[in-house]
Each structure stands twice: as structure tokens, then as C-alpha cells.
């Protein structure tokens, strides 16, 4: 039975002085700035949850899902390059995803999401119901 991914996002949160990383306006930011990734969107996410290997993402997804002017922003945030931000997407979003769904069931404690660092980011994953 393949999972179903509706509703679980990857949300990029980039620091922003006097703002916590996981208040309302961090998401309301990161939903306007087009950071919240919805799973059922990326192809390979499906592999992420499944108990086999897991499909890499490839740069040009990680640029199309985050946006080039957002990974500038986590580049220069970080005082690394874009292409070391994507590189970290390319290796911890796939093992984020992962570790949420061990028998391949995708699970996420609202309380306390699974989270990664992307350079001085953030990236969650998050359940939102409709």
C-alpha cells in the first residue's frame, strides 16, 4: 500500500531576528515565501517513506522546490554557497523524511516535528490538516 503523503509539508524556516523559528509568523512567512513543501508534490518522497531505497533528489528539484532567491538567503544566513545548501537538501531532506516513517508509515508528532538544519535554517515536517 503505497502512503498516503496529503497534508505533510517540508517547511523551510529561515532565521529572521526577533522572530522564534517555530511561531506562527515563521510559518506564515515561510507559506508566503513559498518554503512549504507539500510531499504529495515531490516524486520521490513516496520512496522516502517506503521501507527501500530511498529516490535521490536531484539539484535542479531542490532549486525548484525552495526557490533560488530562498537558498541565496539560507546561503548567505549560513556563509556557506548555494550549491553547499543544496547539497544538504540533496542529503538530509530525503533522510528526514525517512526517519518520520521507519516501517513505512509516515509519522509526525505535532508537538515536536521531525527537524533538520539546512545551513542556518530550519526545515520541518509538518502535518496540516484541512
Known amino acids: 500500500m503505497t502512503e498516503n503523503l496529503d497534508g505533510y509539508y ?10 522564534a523559528d517555530t511561531s506562527e509568523e515563521a510559518f506564515s512567512r515561510a507559506e508566503s515565501q513559498g518554503l512549504m513543501i ?19 533528489l536531484l539539484p535542479q528539484d531542490v532549486v ?35 526517519g518520520a516513517s521507519p516501517d513505512g ?6 508537538e515536536n516535528p521531525p527537524t533538520v538544519a539546512l545551513g542556518a535554517a530550519k526545515v520541518l515536517l509538518v502535518r496540516i490538516s484541512a
Open 10 to 19: 517540508c517547511v523551510t524556516v529561515i532565521p529572521e531576528p526577533g522572530i
Open 38 to 56: 507539500p510531499l504529495a508534490q515531490v516524486y520521490q518522497a513516496k520512496s522516502w517513506v517506503s521501507t527501500g531505497e530511498n529516490t535521490p
Open 64 to 98: 525548484n522546490g525552495i526557490g533560488r532567491d530562498n537558498l541565496q538567503a539560507i546561503a548567505e544566513a549560513s556563509g556557506i554557497t548555494v550549491d553547499d545548501v543544496v547539497a544538504e537538501a540533496i542529503e538530509k531532506l530525503p533522510a528526514l523524511v525517512d
Open 105 to 110: 508509515t509516515l509519522s509526525v508528532d505535532p
